[in-house]
C-alpha cells in the first residue's frame, strides 16, 4: 500500500499532540499555574522562555503544552459521545424503520437546524463553566452527521444478503446490528469522529475563549487566546502560540480524517489488496 | 415419530399487500415433508417458491403477509410463534442456504467466526469450544486445511468454497430441515455438482431434510426424491421425481419438459427446435380467472376459463391441480 502523505502528515500531528499531553509533567519547564513570577512578566520567546511569558511572568510554553491536555481530552471524549449516540440513533433507526426512523430524523433535523455551538452555549449556561459540562456540551450537540451516516449506511446494509442470511439464521436483531451492521459502517464513522474531534477541539478553544470553558488559571488553548487578546500588539506571541496549536491539531485531525477516508472508502477497497 | 411428517403445510396462503388492496401472492399451498426426506419446488421466477420458503421460517416482511392456512414442524403450528420461538427455530432446527454465496457472508468477518457465532448462538457454546467446532464444521464440507481457513475472509475464498461455508454455516446446529434456496445458480456448472453432492451427502449422513428450491427442474429432480411445480403461486403438480419426467401431468409442467434440451435427442429426432411455453407468467395483481394457466394452455377449454380446478390424486402416485389431466 502506497502510505498518503496526508495520513502520514495528519498521523504525525496527531500523534504529537497526544504525546505532548500524556508527557506534559516531563516536557514543561515549569508549573503552568503555580510558577508566576512578575519578575519575569512579558518575555518574548528567547532560548530560557521558548515560547515567551504571559503579563504573570508564567511560561507560555509549559501553559501551551498542558493546555494540549484539555484541548485533547475535550476533542475525543466529546467526539467519543457523540459518535455513540450517533452510532445508536442512526443505527437503530436504519435497521427499525418505521415510527422510530421517523422520531430519529425529526431530532436529527432539529439538531441539524440549531447551529451546534449555540446549543453548546446553551447547555454551558445552565451547567456552568468547566471540563465536565464542556464534555457534555460538545458531546450532545454534534451527534446529527455520525448519525445520519450511520442510518444511510444501516439502511443499504440492511439489504445485503449477508445481514438477510443472519436473520434467517435466528440472529436477534441487536446481534445482527452489533455483528453484521456495525463492522461494515465503521469505515466512514471512523472519517466523521475524526473530522468531528478536530471541530471539537475549535469548539472548546471557542467556548474557552468566550468564558465557559476551563476556568482559568489552569490553561486551555482557547482561554490562553483569551486572555492575550488584549496584548496582541504588545506581545503577539501570548496569541501566536496557543494559536498555533490549535491550528496544528485541528490540521493534523483533518488531514487524518482525509487520509482514512482514502483508504476507507469502499471504492478504494479493492484497490488496497 | 414416524407418524407425524417433520414439515406440513396446508392450504398456505400469502398475502400481498399493495397499499389499497390485499392480493394472494400464493394460495392453496399444500404439501409435506417427512424426516430426512428431500423435496423440490419448481417454478419460474415470481411464482410465489420463495416467498413460500419465508414463510416456512417467519421471515415474511410487509407487504407480504401469511393471510390463512397452516405450517406444522414437528406437528406444531409455527406460523403463530413469537418472534423470540421463531428465532429459536430458525438456524437451529430449520436452516437455509442462498442463491448468492458472494453477498451471503458477511465481509468484514473471517469465515470461522461466522461458522463459531452459530455454536453460540443457538447452542450456548463458549467461543473457546465454537472456535474449535467450526474447525471441525469446515472439515466437514471438505475444506482442505480448515485450520487454516478459518481465518480467512469470505472475499479470499473462491464461489464454491463460500458455498461450502454456507452449508457448514448452516449445517453447524444440526438441524432438521435445510431450506436450499436456489444453492448453485451462481456457481459453475462443474462446482455446481460438487455442491449438490456435497449437500446430499452430509444431509443423508445427518437425517436432515431438504427443501430444494429452484426453476432448474432436472436439478431439482436429479436431488429430490418428490417435486411440486408451482405455476403463479399454486402447486399444479407433485409427483415423485422420476415420474414428473416420464409421464408429467399438467400442461405446464409438460412444457416444463419439452423445454428441456436432452442429450442426444439430436441425434434420435432429427435436427428439431425445443419447445417453449408460450406467452408469460401473469403479474400477481392481474391473475386469469378460473385455472391461471388457461392463457398459455393449449389445451384449455371453457371451463378452464371460468373455474380454478381442485387438487386431484393420481392414479400412479402424486397430485395434480388440472381440469384436463392426463
Known amino acids: 500500500m502506497k502510505l498518503r502523505a496526508n495520513l502520514v502528515i495528519g498521523g504525525v500531528l496527531f500523534a504529537l499532540a497526544i504525546f505532548v499531553g500524556l508527557l506534559a509533567p516531563w516536557l514543561a519547564h515549569t508549573d503552568p499555574v503555580m510558577d508566576a513570577n512578575l519578575m519575569n512578566a512579558e518575555e518574548p520567546p528567547s532560548w530560557t522562555w521558548w515560547f515567551g511569558t504571559d503579563d504573570q511572568g508564567r511560561d507560555i510554553y509549559s501553559r501551551v503544552v498542558y493546555g494540549a491536555r484539555v484541548s485533547l481530552t475535550v476533542g475525543i471524549i466529546s467526539q467519543l459521545i457523540n459518535s455513540v449516540i450517533g452510532v445508536a440513533l442512526g443505527l437503530s433507526a436504519g435497521y427499525f424503520g418505521g415510527w422510530w426512523d421517523d422520531v430519529v430524523n425529526a431530532l436529527t433535523n432539529v439538531m441539524l437546524a440549531i447551529p451546534s455551538l449555540i446549543f453548546a452555549l446553551a447547555i454551558m449556561a445552565v451547567l456552568g463553566p468547566g471540563l465536565t459540562s464542556l464534555l457534555i456540551a460538545l458531546g450532545l450537540t454534534n451527534w446529527s452527521f455520525t448519525c445520519r451516516i450511520a442510518r444511510a449506511s444501516a439502511l443499504s446494509l440492511r439489504s445485503q444478503g449477508y445481514v438477510q442470511a443472519a436473520t434467517v439464521l435466528g440472529y436477534g436483531d441487536l446481534r445482527i446490528m452489533i455483528t453484521q451492521l456495525l463492522p461494515n459502517m465503521l469505515g466512514p464513522i471512523v472519517v466523521i469522529g475524526t473530522l468531528g474531534m478536530g471541530s471539537a477541539v475549535l469548539s472548546e478553544a471557542a467556548l474557552s475563549f468566550l468564558g465557559l470553558g476551563v476556568r482559568p488559571p489552569f490553561p486551555s488553548w482557547g482561554s490562553m487566546l483569551s486572555e492575550a487578546r488584549e496584548q496582541i500588539t504588545t506581545a503577539p506571541w501570548l496569541s501566536i502560540f496557543p494559536g498555533l496549536a490549535i491550528f496544528l491539531t485541528v490540521l493534523g485531525l483533518n488531514l487524518l480524517g482525509d487520509g482514512l477516508r482514502d483508504i476507507l472508502d469502499p471504492q478504494s477497497r479493492s484497490r488496497r489488496t | ?326
Open chain 2, 1 to 326: 415419530m414416524t407418524g407425524t411428517p417433520l414439515l406440513e403445510v396446508e392450504d398456505l396462503r400469502i398475502d400481498l399487500d399493495d397499499g389499497s388492496r390485499r392480493v394472494a401472492a400464493a394460495e392453496g399451498i399444500s404439501f409435506r415433508i417427512d424426516r430426512g426426506e428431500t423435496f423440490g419446488l419448481v417454478g419460474e421466477s415470481g411464482c410465489g417458491k420463495s416467498i413460500t420458503a419465508l414463510a416456512l421460517i417467519g421471515l415474511l416482511r410487509p407487504p407480504l403477509s401469511i393471510g390463512g392456512g397452516v405450517i406444522r414442524f414437528e406437528g406444531k403450528e409455527i406460523q403463530h410463534l413469537s418472534a423470540a420461538k421463531q428465532r429459536d427455530l430458525r438456524g437451529n432446527r430449520i436452516a437455509m442456504i442462498f442463491q448468492e454465496p458472494m453477498t451471503a457472508l458477511n465481509p468484514v468477518s473471517p469465515v470461522g467466526r461466522q461458522i463459531a457465532e452459530m455454536f453460540v448462538l443457538h447452542k450456548g457454546k463458549s467461543w473457546r469450544e465454537a472456535n474449535q467446532l467450526a474447525v471441525e464444521a469446515l472439515a466437514s464440507v471438505r475444506v482442505s486445511a480448515p485450520e487454516r481457513r478459518v481465518k480467512d475472509y469470505p472475499h479470499q475464498l473462491s464461489g464454491g468454497m463460500r458455498q461450502r461455508v454456507m452449508i457448514a454455516i448452516a449445517l453447524a446446529c444440526d438441524p432438521e430441515l435445510l431450506i436450499a434456496d436456489e444453492p448453485t445458480t451462481a456457481l459453475d456448472v462443474t462446482v455446481q455438482a460438487e455442491i449438490i453432492e456435497l449437500m446430499r451427502n452430509l444431509c443423508a449422513e445427518r437425517g436432515t431434510a431438504i427443501l430444494m428450491i429452484s426453476h432448474d427442474l432436472g436439478l431439482v429432480a436429479n436431488v429430490c426424491r418428490r417435486v411440486a411445480v408451482m405455476y403463479a403461486g399454486r402447486i399444479v403438480e407433485e409427483r415423485g421425481s422420476a415420474d414428473i419426467f416420464r409421464a408429467p401431468s399438467h400442461p405446464y409442467t409438460q412444457g416444463l419438459v419439452d423445454s428441456l434440451p436432452r442429450l442426444g435427442s439430436r441425434a434420435a429426432l432429427g435436427r428439431s427446435r425445443l419447445k417453449e411455453i408460450a406467452g408469460v407468467v401473469p403479474a400477481i395483481t392481474n391473475f386469469p380467472n378460473g385455472c391461471r394457466f388457461n392463457p398459455r394452455c393449449a389445451q384449455a377449454t371453457d371451463i378452464c376459463r371460468t373455474s380454478a380446478p381442485e387438487t386431484d390424486v393420481l392414479e400412479a402416485g402424486g397430485l395434480v391441480r388440472c381440469h384436463h389431466h392426463a
